[in-house]
């Protein structure tokens, strides 16, 4: 080989592995391998391959490419019962030596003798009580340290797993996906907004900011020369069915061309996704799979779907069923 | 030249031109050349060298490369009055002929009669009625028609420009040089989310999603099919002084490693971002060239300066002078 056909061989052996560097394009290799090859996933792909072709009317720039998923029951499971609601009967259970007069007050009474049934019975307004008063009293910091070590060792009762590892593979493709597809992934969630900032970040690859949630009040005050951010003990902002749309707008401040849901309480967050001009994809995700995780929708109380799985139906909406339309739930342990 | 030379020199051009394509180290050339290279730009370089620096103790991630700016005196002017507050009496005064009410109820009355410094003299919250008033009664989407025009065409009476190119060109560069390190850019002003919004990605390159301010309360509604958000005449959130805390964990959920503002009302934005561990950049912008922009600090009704201003000097934070750390103040024309 003379000296310039060996400067070309290098040459060449140099572009070859920049080029490896380079992310390959979607179509080489399956993006969402977790997704049977039925309908949702091929509206999700040709949804993805409309918004982001260059040169057409449906092209979407990046800036508008604004995609918003519910967290529980969408991104990881909500049952039996909501893992923050899990969450704030350890907190209770925790705390409860200081706190003599939960022994007779509900929902805590009935909470800390373990019969959660009773406590639900008496309505979603006890649940907000109970988290609100075991997620203030502290700083912001101090509430994200106890969340996050609770989320990283506590084990799902029935997977035997810890918290941050079960969330549904097949939707952290997804995320995947649309990232590498120019989107901006929100979670838009019923859940408290810095319970879900403790993991959406390792668990899903979504900052802090990008996580729209329902809010205690807070107090900036001074310790002494330090300053320092009090979680109060009142709600702020409820961001569930109406309040999820508000909560778009007060937080990401534009309309996403995608939205994932489950439960009613994502109907208004679908519908003002959907009504927008220009290529739209609402998605429900319907929990079908008894075997692998749970079957509920129609007045379930936790994550009850009914209303709004019939507007799917009439709106032609996506419906993923996790039996059929996925072959993995849970990540690979 | 033979075949192998040739092809060795097509792969050199090649590998050249992809080279080109790749954003040069801020080093190449001054990221900052509106900036004398005086001590705030030797701050801001040297800060940016200190976090951006792997496998040292003082590197930061880029996911907790937060940094936020106030807006008002801070990316672009707010004398002889804030430019929302401008809009708001073009606003009053296109829709007075529907409001004969306002004729006789102040400060509508003193608007209308073109006395800005009655209106003013009663004060903040008649401020705050007055945009608040103007601003609601229409979808988020109306509104953000009627602000982005306005913010496009109307001129600014001493400077003979549209608000949307008065913005303050070190400012432009501050903001393009450190999203080129890593740094995600947030606005935190005490100003309306919804009017910044309307221009902030246009004019500084920040998404919607990333503009933290106040706002006012929002109504989900059907208008027969249609889904509408509606503005309502009542305060949501005040971020101003502590507010500019609360807002930042509320909408950001991470406390900054920078900050820049100009006024009193930054002060505990400013203290926050500073209290942090690790580097910390505080800077105060001073408003110190009465013939290029405008000089004020203490006792001014508007962007009043004066704890703050004693503030960063016992704590040593960065004070810059826009006479003398400044060679220009807005774009070219």
New interface residues.
């Given amino acids: 080989m003379?000296t310039?056909?060996r400067?070309?061989t290098s040459?060449?052996l140099?572009?070859l592995g920049?080029l490896s560097l380079i992310a390959l394009p979607a179509a080489a290799q399956d993006p969402l391998p977790s997704w049977n090859d039925t309908g949702p996933k091929q509206a999700i792909i040709a949804f993805v391959a409309r918004v982001t072709k260059p040169g057409t009317p449906e092209f979407v720039p990046v800036?508008h490419r604004?995609v918003t998923f519910d967290n529980d029951g969408t991104l990881w499971p909500e049952q039996p019962l909501y893992f923050q609601f899990e969450f704030a009967i350890d907190r209770i259970k925790l705390l409860s030596a200081g706190h003599p007069e939960w022994k007779t007050q509900e929902p805590f009474a009935s909470l800390l003798d373990g019969d959660i049934q009773r406590a639900l019975a008496r309505g979603e307004q006890d649940v907000i009580d109970a988290i609100t008063a075991t997620h203030a009293g502290m700083t912001?910091e101090a509430f994200e340290r106890i969340a996050r070590e609770w989320i990283r060792t506590k084990r799902d009762a029935r997977f035997k797993r810890p918290y941050i590892s079960l969330v549904y593979q097949p939707m952290i493709e997804l995320l995947n996906y649309l990232r590498a597809n120019g989107f901006?992934t929100?979670i838009v969630s019923g859940g408290g907004?810095?319970f879900i900032?403790a993991f959406a970040?390792d668990a899903y690859g979504i900052?802090?900011?990008?996580?729209v949630g329902s809010?205690g009040r807070?107090?900036?005050q001074m310790r002494g020369d330090?300053?320092e951010?009090l979680k109060m003990p009142a709600v702020?902002f409820v961001n569930d069915k109406?309040g999820k749309?508000?909560g778009i707008?007060?937080?990401?401040?534009?309309r996403p061309i995608a939205a994932f849901g489950n439960s009613d309480g994502d109907q208004?967050m679908l519908?003002?996704t959907a009504?927008g001009s220009g290529p739209r994809l609402a998605v429900l995700i319907h929990h079908t799979d008894a075997t692998r995780e749970w079957a509920y929708d129609r007045g379930s109380r936790i994550g009850g779907l009914d209303k709004t799985l019939d507007l799917a139906v009439a709106k032609k909406w996506t419906v993923v069923s996790m039996k059929d339309d996925w072959n993995a739930i849970f990540p690979k342990q």
């Fill in positions: 003379n310039s056909r400067f070309a040459l060449a140099i572009i920049s800036t604004i912001t901006k929100f907004v810095e900032r970040e900052p802090p900011d990008q996580v809010s807070l107090k900036y330090v300053p951010l702020d109406d749309v508000v707008q007060k937080f990401i401040g534009r208004q519908e003002w009504a």
